[in-house]
Nanobody, 134 residues
Framework: QVQLVESGGGSVQAGGSLRLSCAVSGYMYTLKNFFMGWFRQAPGKEREGVAIIDSDGTTTYADSVMGRFTISEDRATTTLWLQMDSLKPEDTAMYYC??????????????????????????WGQGTQVTVSS
């Protein structure tokens, strides 16, 4: 079992910064092939991927946050981070940390090729609210 607990959300003005953290417990980092990431969901909108990191350390970002957000991890402390700079009002949403379960090498490569989606993730945190005012 894997548990994910987010923290670091809050309210900031446009142009400000926040750093979200996700405490990861369980067997996550014993897996060879996996994805972890940050997603967000605004009221009335679908959940969308913001930033993804895979077991090779490769990162991908949504176009809307490219150059402003940075995903990183510390495997020693089993923590996933999301540094958010130059925040905009449209970044306002509930932010979730997520992780996949065990993936075969072939399936991991398939997902890596077509890009992961929320439905591919098995474990989710409870979310942390980010509100950006203009």
């Amino acid at each position: 079992q894997v548990q994910l607990v987010e923290s670091g959300g809050g309210s900031v003005q446009a142009g400000g910064s926040l750093r979200l953290s996700c405490a990861v417990s369980g067997y996550m980092y014993t897996l060879k092939n996996f994805f972890m990431g940050w997603f967000r969901q605004a009221p009335g909108k679908e959940r969308e991927g913001v930033a993804i990191i895979d077991s090779d350390g490769t990162t991908t970002y949504a176009d809307s946050v490219m150059g402003r957000f940075t995903i990183s991890e510390d495997r020693a402390t089993t923590t996933l981070w999301l540094q958010m700079d130059s925040l905009k009002p449209e970044d306002t949403a509930m932010y979730y940390c997520a992780a996949t379960t065990y993936l075969s090498e072939d399936y991991w490569r398939k997902l890596r090729g077509r890009g992961v989606r929320p439905v591919d993730f098995d474990y989710w945190g409870q979310g942390t609210q980010v509100t950006v005012s203009s």
